[in-house]
Nanobody, 126 residues
Framework: VQLQASGGGLVQAGGSLRLSCAASGRTFRNYAMIWFRQAPGKEREFVAAISWSGGVKSYADPVKGRFTVSRDNAENTVTLTLQMNSLRPEDTAVYYC??????????????????WGKGTLVTVSS
């Protein structure tokens, strides 16, 4: 089982980045996929989630209207994407992708997540 996030980097405020997460090793097509982030000195927080079919999406209030989550359910690998526009310095964090058997909209206790990927660092300069 592997979830590998990529696409992080340094961007100026107002810019855009596109994060990807490749999930393989089991049937992640049946899983909700979630993005979290963790800023320095802060707890990990929910960013966005998408249901197994991609038909239902949810976002944390600070990113609504700026971030878009999507997924591609290929047979062997699910690709999760987070398009981040109008980035702000407060978006600076390590971003993690995750998978869970259930879609809960915005409520995802980090202790209950089924699978985590390694993070990718996003730095937004002012």
């Amino acid at each position: 089982v592997q979830l590998q996030a990529s696409g992080g980097g340094l961007v100026q405020a107002g810019g855009s980045l596109r994060l990807s997460c490749a999930a393989s090793g089991r049937t992640f097509r049946n899983y909700a996929m979630i993005w979290f982030r963790q800023a320095p000195g802060k707890e990990r927080e929910f960013v966005a989630a998408i249901s197994w079919s991609g038909g239902v999406k949810s976002y944390a209030d600070p990113v609504k209207g700026r971030f878009t989550v999507s997924r591609d359910n290929a047979e062997n690998t699910v690709t999760l994407t987070l398009q981040m526009n109008s980035l702000r310095p407060e978006d600076t964090a390590v971003y993690y992708c995750a998978a869970d058997r259930y879609y809960y909209s915005t409520y995802y206790p980090t202790d209950d997540i089924d699978y985590w990927g390694k993070g990718t660092l996003v730095t937004v300069s002012s």
